[in-house]
């Protein structure tokens, strides 16, 4: 264990993706690796880099300003994707700085990046986040506010609302939370499920994740 490189762990893990996806009959190319790489500075991520790893998850604005910058320079096709929590604040940031916002969970953020994709024009993709636990320490959208949360997205501030994500509760089986994310997708038509991370990605991968954010499970513990 101690020999095995961030390399050799990001490649255990498209293994398992790719022997999931056979084995329930899904395309190779069903779901995206996110690799989560917050808290983790850029000599460690430039390894997963060069092993041709092209999409990251971050989850501070923040912190991801202070090295991605350099490495785009470096990796101009890379992909970042905002997986934690957003204040209206840091719309403007998030929207120059990320391609994908897993994060929109309430109708300020929805106005504030908004106002950022009319100011600037760029193409992102969205997701809103739905605390399927409906956990009052947790943000998200509550499963009952779902449905109204999309179309206000849609219609009042003409967002590209791609698909739903999730975090189920750490002390919970996690495969209902992701099957009731996959029901409110389907009923929204949306395409995209966010769900399933380093100790859960096979199990969301049954229910339909396209996006599963795999931190610890490739770079190590923090």
């Known amino acids: 264990m101690s ?3 961030a390399a050799d762990r990001l490649h255990a893990v498209q293994e398992r993706i790719a022997r999931m996806l056979e084995h329930i009959g899904r395309p190779v190319d069903a779901a995206r690796l996110i690799a989560v790489s917050k808290t983790f500075d850029a000599p460690a991520i430039e390894p997963v880099l ?3 790893q092209r999409e990251f998850g971050e989850n501070r604005v923040q912190e991801a300003m202070g090295k991605w910058p350099a490495l785009r320079e470096r990796y101009p096709d890379l992909r970042l994707h905002l997986i934690g ?3 209206s604040n840091k719309a403007r940031e998030a ?3 990320f391609d994908v916002i897993h994060t929109i969970d309430r109708p300020k953020i929805a106005e504030a990046i908004a106002a950022e994709i009319k100011r600037t024009g760029k193409a992102i993709d969205l997701f809103v986040q739905v605390n399927t636990g ?7 959208v509550a499963p009952s506010e ?11 501030w003409s967002l590209p609302i791609k698909g739903l994500m999730c975090i189920p509760p750490a002390e919970e089986p996690p495969s209902p939370h992701f099957a009731l994310l996959a ?3 389907k009923r929204n038509d949306l395409a995209w499920l966010s769900m399933g991370m380093s100790g859960d990605f096979e199990q969301a991968l049954m229910v339909g994740s396209t996006h599963v954010r795999v931190g610890s499970a490739i770079f190590g513990t923090r």
């Open 134 to 140: 409906e956990e009052p320490q947790k943000a998200g």
């Open 95 to 97: 929207v120059e700085l």
């Open 146 to 156: 779902v449905d109204t949360f999309v179309i206000r997205c849609r219609n009042e």
């Open 50 to 52: 060069a092993a041709g």
């Open 3 to 5: 020999d095995e490189t």
């Open 183 to 185: 029901k409110m997708a």
């Open 85 to 87: 929590p957003l204040q």
